[in-house]
Structure formats: structure tokens, C-alpha cells
């Protein structure tokens, strides 16, 4: 029986640390691939594309109720909604931080400053109706969808759409970034997070973020437990979002991040969303344009995340109009998860969950040689192992808080490198397999 006690403290620590105040959050630290000396430039963006401000500004897409506690600063809360929303948020780094002083910070990897992040203007741009949609009883009792709602959804759709299509008109790559956040996250860190990744991407695609009614407050193993469950609900939302973000005119390419509990709600839409094409006998390719998948710190069950991963190959009667037994191409980059076995808050999971193994803690030597020649016959897929220190109180966030995950993150997402390729400083351990090397002391 595995030894439950770091799990308690972690779970204790977490317990303790929900009522403390904490530090203005900071922008992410620079990842090593823009360090000076030597390091690429990180905003490359003509001034043409740049605004009067520095501001990130992001599209969100949400399906967290509209915060009603008149003591809160959130615009959205932690209730779920009924329908889904999108607008538009300005992420502020520092206070009047002009463009040539940002552009120094952002290369180097002690800054001069602090450059803490604020939320600024929100504006709601549209929602869809509310649900369940209306529907009515026809002729020798069929079921219809009421047109009305259906025209409503129709022109939300295409409001939401049309919003893309004026980002991508500012923007060098026609690609959208979408990321979605895990447990503990309110509205604004998830706004802080994308807005970290967005900036270090050079903010070169429409940088977009789905946040979903994760609680952030109360009772951690209530909260956890909520939030599991509010996870469930927002799958269809987020099929919903990547649908209409891939089928909008103009977008050639999606990127899907995700972190920690929002790896299975990403995993479980993304399935679904395959499993869509495929029963129309399209290639999911071609339909979601998904280019890269990347997984920070999932939070999933081992066993439930290889059968969601190899599902449609081991049921050939839903593939079966693909001739010879061929398998659907499923994305066209790669799909990437990167896990650390000193993340101690997937340790709290294998506890609430009684789960053996959390993908977010998966050593090399714990995938069997079979199975990672299995998976790399799937094609593009990789595990990063990182064994390094904590770079935050968890290490739970290293995506962002360490410099050199970050860094590989970037050569992946902005200059399209596989593992081994210049520049990403990996070591090959297995057919799928690639761990950081060692650091010199």
C-alpha cells in the first residue's frame, strides 16, 4: 500500500495556505530560449500590429455565472451558467510600462522591475441562448428545435467568429491559442496565465482562454470535489468553443494548452469532438485544425487517460468506413504532456481519487517499453519529464515558474521544433519518453 503522508501534508500545506493573503502576481520569468545574452527576440510584432498600450489582450469564452457578490472584483464567479459567453479582457503588465522597457525585461532573466499583472477592461462582447435550447413537438411526434433559439445561436456563433476573424486581422500567425486552466482558479489567474503564454508567444496568434466555474474558495476537499464535477459540465461548452473557433474563416491552425483538472475536461471534449468527425467520416484534422495538444500537469488517472487516448483504436466499428482498417489522422503537430514526479498537489488526487498513478507525476520508468512502442505507433506523441527542483510551492505551475520548461514550451508552440531538435535541450529515454538533463551544480 503506497505511503499516504506526503499526500496529508501537501493536502494540510494546501489547507492552510487557502486563507492567506497573497503577492501581487508577477509576469512569468523569462524563458531561457529569449535570455540575454544570445537569447531570440521575444516581441517581434511591426509597430503597425502594436497598439498605443502594452496590454495583453485576450478573448475569453466562459461558462462561470456573472459574479453576483457585490464585496468581489471578479466579473465572473464561481457558479456555473447556463449558457456560454465570450468577450474580450485587457491583462495590464506593470503601470505605464512603455514598449521599449517591457521588450528589455522580457530578455532578461533577473529583471530590473517588477512588472506585476493587474486585470483591466472586460467587456462582455455576446452570449449563446440559454439552455437546455427550446425545442417542440411535430407532426407523428418528432422533436424540432425551436428556430427561434436556433437563429439566436446561429448569430452567436457568427458574433464570436467575427471577433476571431478581427483578431487574426492583427495577427502575423493565423492561428488561435486556446488555454484552459485547472482547480483553484478564479477569472483573473486564468486571464494571468494565458496572458504569461500569449506574451512569451510573442503574441504572434489570437490568444484566447476558456474558463470554466472551478472553485476557488471554501472547504479545499469540498471545493475539489465541485470542481471535478463542474469539470463534467463545461465538456460540452468547450466543444462548443473548439468547434467554432476551428470552423471560423481564416483560422488555419488551433492550439490547445491545458493545465492540470483542465486536462481532462480538454481531453474528454477534444475525444468527443473526434469522435464527431469520425462518425462523418472525416479526418478530425482537417475538420479542428488542431495543430499542437500540450498537457501541463494533468491531472488524470493513468488508466483513464490511455483509454481515452487509444479508445477509437480499439473500436473498429466506429471507424469502419476508413478503408483497410486505417486509423483518422487525429491533430498535425504533436500532442505533449509534460509531467513532474515532485508535483505534490497531484499527490492530493491520488488520495480523493485512490488513483495509483496521475499522468502530471509519471516517471520514464514508469510507461512499460510496450507501451510507449504502442503509443509511438499512434505518431507525435511525447512525455516531458521534468526531475528539477520546485520552482513553486507545489510544483504544480513549472510550466510557467521554471525557465527552462517554459523555454521548451515556447520551441515547441512558436517555432514548431520536435523534442531533440536544436534548441530544445531534451534526452531521449524511451520511444516517447524525454527527460530534462541534469543540471551542473
Same mark, same amino acid.
Given at each position: 500500500?503506497?505511503?499516504?503522508?506526503?499526500? &496529508?501534508?501537501?493536502?494540510?500545506?494546501?489547507?492552510?495556505l487557502?486563507?492567506c493573503?497573497?503577492?501581487? #502576481?508577477?509576469l512569468?520569468?523569462?524563458?531561457?530560449?529569449?535570455?540575454? =545574452?544570445?537569447?531570440?527576440?521575444?516581441?517581434t510584432?511591426?509597430?503597425?500590429?502594436?497598439?498605443?498600450?502594452?496590454?495583453?489582450?485576450l478573448?475569453?469564452? @466562459?461558462?462561470?455565472?456573472?459574479?453576483?457578490?457585490p464585496?468581489?472584483?471578479l466579473p465572473?464567479?464561481?457558479?456555473?451558467?447556463?449558457?456560454?459567453?465570450?468577450?474580450? !479582457?485587457?491583462?495590464?503588465i506593470?503601470?505605464?510600462?512603455?514598449?521599449? !522597457?517591457?521588450?528589455?525585461?522580457?530578455?532578461?532573466?533577473?529583471?530590473?522591475?517588477?512588472? =506585476?499583472?493587474?486585470?483591466?477592461?472586460v467587456e462582455?462582447?455576446?452570449?449563446? %441562448?440559454?439552455?437546455?435550447?427550446?425545442i417542440? /413537438?411535430?407532426?407523428?411526434?418528432y !422533436?424540432?428545435?425551436d428556430?427561434?433559439?436556433?437563429?439566436?445561436?446561429?448569430?452567436?456563433?457568427?458574433? /464570436?467568429?467575427?471577433?476571431?476573424?478581427? #483578431?487574426?486581422?492583427?495577427?502575423?500567425?493565423?492561428?488561435?491559442?486556446?488555454?484552459?486552466h485547472?482547480?483553484n482558479?478564479?477569472?483573473?489567474?486564468? +486571464?494571468?496565465? +494565458?496572458?504569461?503564454?500569449? *506574451?512569451?508567444?510573442?503574441?504572434?496568434?489570437?490568444?484566447?482562454?476558456? @474558463?470554466w %466555474?472551478?472553485?476557488?474558495?471554501?472547504?479545499?476537499?469540498?471545493?475539489?470535489?465541485?470542481?471535478?464535477?463542474?469539470?463534467?459540465?463545461a465538456?460540452?461548452?468547450?466543444?462548443?468553443?473548439?468547434?467554432? /473557433? +476551428?470552423?471560423? %474563416?481564416?483560422?488555419?491552425?488551433?492550439?490547445?494548452?491545458?493545465?492540470? #483538472?483542465?486536462?481532462?475536461?480538454?481531453?474528454?471534449?477534444?475525444?468527443?469532438l473526434?469522435?464527431?468527425?469520425?462518425?462523418?467520416g472525416?479526418? =478530425?484534422?482537417?475538420?479542428l485544425?488542431?495543430?499542437?495538444?500540450v498537457?501541463?500537469?494533468?491531472?488524470?488517472?493513468?488508466d483513464?487517460?490511455s483509454?481515452? &487516448?487509444?479508445?477509437?483504436a480499439?473500436? =473498429?466499428?466506429?471507424?469502419?468506413?476508413?478503408?483497410?482498417?486505417?486509423l483518422p489522422?487525429?491533430?498535425?503537430?504533436r500532442?505533449?504532456?509534460?509531467?513532474?514526479p515532485?508535483?505534490?498537489a497531484l499527490?492530493?488526487?491520488?488520495?480523493?481519487?485512490?488513483?495509483?498513478q496521475?499522468?502530471?507525476?509519471?516517471?520514464?520508468?514508469?510507461?512499460?517499453f510496450?507501451?510507449?512502442?504502442?503509443?509511438?505507433?499512434l505518431?507525435?506523441?511525447?512525455? &516531458?519529464?521534468?526531475?528539477g527542483?520546485r520552482t513553486?510551492?507545489?510544483? *504544480?505551475?513549472?510550466?510557467?515558474?521554471?525557465?527552462?520548461?517554459?523555454? $521548451?514550451?515556447?520551441?515547441?508552440?512558436?517555432?514548431?521544433?520536435?523534442?531533440? $531538435?536544436?534548441?530544445?535541450?531534451?534526452v531521449? !529515454?524511451?520511444p516517447?519518453?524525454?527527460?530534462? %538533463?541534469?543540471?551542473?551544480?
Open positions: 500500500m503506497p505511503d499516504r503522508r506526503p499526500a &496529508i501534508a501537501v493536502l494540510a500545506a494546501l489547507l492552510l487557502a486563507g493573503a497573497t503577492q501581487p #502576481r508577477q512569468m520569468p523569462t524563458p531561457v530560449v529569449y535570455q540575454e =545574452p544570445g537569447g531570440e527576440p521575444v516581441l510584432l511591426p509597430a503597425k500590429m502594436r497598439s498605443a498600450s502594452t496590454d495583453v489582450d478573448l475569453y469564452i @466562459t461558462d462561470r455565472g456573472r459574479q453576483t457578490d464585496e468581489s472584483d465572473y464567479g464561481q457558479d456555473r451558467s447556463r449558457r456560454l459567453i465570450f468577450g474580450s !479582457v485587457r491583462v495590464k506593470g503601470t505605464n510600462v512603455p514598449w521599449p !522597457v517591457l521588450e528589455r525585461e522580457s530578455r532578461l532573466g533577473k529583471r530590473t522591475r517588477d512588472l =506585476p499583472l493587474s486585470l483591466g477592461r462582455e462582447l455576446g452570449s449563446f %441562448p440559454k439552455e437546455p435550447y427550446a417542440r /413537438l411535430g407532426a407523428q411526434g !422533436v424540432f428545435r428556430q427561434g433559439v436556433l437563429a439566436r445561436h446561429t448569430a452567436a456563433r457568427r458574433q /464570436l467568429q467575427r471577433e476571431v476573424q478581427r #483578431r487574426l486581422a492583427h495577427s502575423p500567425r493565423k492561428e488561435v491559442m486556446l488555454y484552459v485547472g482547480f482558479e478564479t477569472f483573473t489567474t486564468a +486571464a494571468y496565465t +494565458a496572458a504569461d503564454l500569449c *506574451h512569451f508567444l510573442g503574441r504572434e496568434p489570437v490568444c484566447a482562454f476558456f @474558463t %466555474p472551478a472553485s476557488s474558495t471554501g472547504n479545499f476537499l469540498i471545493s475539489y470535489t465541485n470542481t471535478t464535477e463542474s469539470a463534467d459540465y465538456v460540452n461548452h468547450l466543444k462548443k468553443t473548439i468547434r467554432a /473557433l +476551428a470552423t471560423t %474563416p481564416g483560422v488555419e491552425h488551433v492550439q490547445l494548452l491545458a493545465h492540470s #483538472r483542465g486536462t481532462a475536461l480538454m481531453l474528454n471534449a477534444v475525444r468527443q473526434f469522435t464527431e468527425a469520425v462518425a462523418a472525416k479526418e =478530425p484534422a482537417d475538420v485544425k488542431i495543430d499542437n495538444v498537457f501541463f500537469s494533468p491531472d488524470i488517472d493513468v483513464v487517460g483509454q481515452e &487516448i487509444t479508445a477509437y480499439s473500436d =473498429p466499428d466506429l471507424i469502419s468506413v476508413w478503408p483497410s482498417g486505417r489522422r487525429s491533430i498535425n503537430g500532442f505533449t504532456v509534460y509531467s513532474s515532485s508535483d505534490r499527490l492530493v488526487s491520488r488520495i480523493l481519487f485512490r488513483s495509483n496521475r499522468v502530471g507525476n509519471l516517471r520514464a520508468e514508469d510507461i512499460s510496450d507501451t510507449q512502442n504502442y503509443l509511438a505507433k505518431g507525435n506523441m511525447d512525455l &516531458i519529464v521534468y526531475e527542483k513553486d510551492a507545489f510544483g *504544480h505551475s513549472y510550466f510557467t515558474t521554471n525557465p527552462r520548461v517554459s523555454s $521548451d514550451v515556447m520551441e515547441l508552440l512558436r517555432y514548431g521544433k520536435k523534442p531533440g $531538435d536544436p534548441g530544445r535541450d531534451l531521449q !529515454v524511451g516517447v519518453v524525454w527527460k530534462f %538533463p541534469a543540471q551542473p551544480k
